[in-house]
Structure formats: structure tokens, C-alpha cells
């Protein structure tokens, strides 16, 4: 069996390598992980080792959108924690026999400086974007080297457009952090209709995140016949949100936040893929989430906030890279003129999401075509460990 190592270099990115990890361990190889930006909590959680120790920074990857995050990411000093990082895996990439990128450029130009053999997830690309993918220099020059054994793409259109622009094999085979999500969870308490809330993972802008979803939710009718179920990580513990929450006048009680005239909101901690998979709409502030439901054919709302993540860029480019189900309001990000749009958009694709047939076509549809089939991880092992000899 083979010596593996992980190289990815984003929150979402560790995810899918964890989950490709685990298959390829599964199957007897030896894996270890290094994780360029973050505390790789995935592979630790999988039960991988990590190249030494990590660290997390609040922008959570190098390159953000937001020229803050930009800022950021220079105080913080994550640019000298990515050249300790990559002189760390030239110090040790000699010791396997393939190393497998999870990402964008940066793991690309850093996995070929090791003289390695290489199998790539373009996990960060998409040719959905602009309809014809423009790899960054020198990212396309490498991947057409031998040194590159395998490219796999995140979806079909991107599979097809490289192969043309490599003029060399490139496969779409599923997407591994759809595994997860596709496998059915605990049921959530009956709901006539639910509407999910993501505000993201990282903090501190999962605390701006939040309270912008919670004047979202003040616009709503108290009326109205629906279940509000917020998805919510643990770094977020109940004494910091009481005390976040109640600034703008919610409270929280036995894992529900509530406000005198608004809808209660659940907290679900642990949920995640309940939360997603018995919405009917899910309202999202993240990245890999938004992805996630759109792959589970459920319509989802973007509430676009000031970063450095989930900025209104980012929220635009994600909608090019996912499609017409992922729905966004007018208006600037975090203004009362979007919130309350978005909340009446929320009510309009909540109706519709039961009694639209053309829209529940066009989600399953978008599902299969952007994000692929339940197996994605397994599968991308299984093709991986035949390049191994």
C-alpha cells in the first residue's frame, strides 16, 4: 500500500480531502495531511494525521475576496505561515509516493516543486464562471506536465473545457463533501414548512453573519406557518451567543432565540445535515453550505454580508458557479432596503419551493449537472489508488 499525502488549502477543501482520506485509508494506504491555511479540524475529526501543527486564521484561506480579508490575511501573517508550510513539504514530500491536491494554484505550484507524483481535485475551479475556465498562471502549464498522474474537475462543463485547454484527460466523478449531506440524517421535528439558516462557520463573521440573518428574520410576519432552524457550530457556545443575540434584543432559552413579535428560531447544534436536508429553503452565508443545498436540489437565498468571506462578490460569483436555483435580493450588503427584499423573496421561494413543479425540475436538474451523485469520494479513491503501483 501506498503513502499518501493530503495538500489543500481552505476549510471547504479539507473537508472533501478528509472524506477522500478516509476512503483511501479504508482501502490500506497510509495518509497523512497538510493543510496550507487552517487547523485542518477535518482531518483530525477523520482521524488523519497532520504534517505537523497547524494554524487558524479568521479569513481562512490565502486570496480572500475582500480587500480586507487581503489586509488580513498580511497582519495575521499568513503568507509567511504558507512559505513555513511549503518549506515544511519539501522537507518531507520525498517520503511519498503520491501527493493529492485538494484546491486551487497555491497546492498545485507547491505540490510540483516536490518532484512528487501528483493527482489534483480542481475543487476551487469551475468553467461555469465565465463559460471558459481561465486557469491562473502557471496552473495549467504544470497540470499538463507528467508529474500530474490524474485532474479531476467539480463538475462536467469544467471536466470537458480542460480536457480541450490540457489536451489531456480530465474527470468529473463526483463531489466528495456532497457525501455527507446525501446521506440521510435524524428527521428534525415535523414542520409544515422549514427554512434553513447558515451563517457560516468562521469567526468573528459568523457573529456579523448572525445578527444580520436576525434582522432578517424580524422582517418576517409572526404569522406566518413555518419553522426557523439555525445551524450553528460549536465554537459558538450559548453564553456567547445569549450575549450576542441579546444586543439587538433576542434571548435565548433551552436552544431557542426569541424576540417579543418575531418568529422563535431553533438552534441545532450538530445538525447540520438534518438542517439542510428537511428545509425547503435554506438561507446561507458560506461558501461550501450553499453548495451543499444546491446539490440536495433545495432553492437557496443568499444574504450577502461585509466579509472578509461572503462579501456581495463572492455571493455574485457563487451564483454563476451554481446557477439559477441560488436565488440573492437587490440591494447592498447589509442594508435594511436588502434585508427586507431578501426576507420577501424568502417567503415567495418558500411558497414556490411546494408548489412550483418547473422550479423543483430545474433543482434537480442544477443538482446532478453542478454537483454530481452521492459517492464522489469513494470513487475519487478508488481512482486515485490505481495510480499508485
Known sequence: MGQILLLSNGHGEDVSGALIGQALQSMGHSV?????????????????????????????????????GRLTELVQGQILYLLRRMLRLLRNGHRFDL???????????????????????????SSHYE???????????????????????RDQLTADDLTDQLQRPVRFIGNPFMDPVLTPADALPTARRRIGLLPGSRRPELEENLLLLLQLIEQLPRDADLSLDLALVSSLEDAALQTLAGRVGWHLERGVLSREGTLPISV????????????????????????????????????????????ARFAEAQRRLLGPTVFCAPGNAGSRNNIKATAALALDLLERS????????????????????????????????????
Do not use: N
Request: a positive charge.
Open 99 to 125: 501527493i493529492v491536491v485538494v484546491g486551487d494554484v497555491i497546492p498545485v505550484i507547491a505540490a510540483w516543486l516536490t518532484r512528487r507524483p501528483v493527482a489534483t481535485y480542481l475543487v476551487a475551479y
Open 32 to 68: 497523512q495531511a497538510l493543510p496550507l491555511a487552517g487547523l485542518g479540524s477535518p482531518y483530525q475529526q477523520a482521524g488523519i494525521a497532520l504534517l505537523g501543527r497547524s494554524h487558524e486564521f479568521s479569513t481562512g484561506g490565502i486570496g480572500y475576496t475582500s480587500l480586507r
Open 354 to 389: 411546494g408548489s412550483d413543479h418547473e422550479l423543483q425540475k430545474q433543482c434537480r436538474r442544477e443538482a446532478s449537472r453542478r454537483l454530481g451523485t452521492t459517492g464522489g469520494g469513494t470513487r475519487m479513491a478508488a481512482a486515485i489508488s490505481d495510480l499508485l503501483p
Open 268 to 311: 441545532q447544534r450538530g445538525a447540520f445535515q438534518a438542517v439542510l436536508q428537511h428545509s425547503d429553503l435554506i438561507i446561507g452565508m458560506a461558501g461550501t453550505a450553499i453548495e451543499q443545498a444546491v446539490g440536495l436540489a433545495k432553492p437557496a437565498l443568499q444574504l450577502p454580508g461585509q466579509g472578509p468571506q461572503f462579501t
Open 131 to 153: 463559460g471558459r475556465l481561465r486557469l491562473p498562471w502557471p496552473c495549467g502549464e504544470l497540470l499538463a506536465t507528467r508529474r500530474f498522474k490524474a485532474v479531476f474537475s
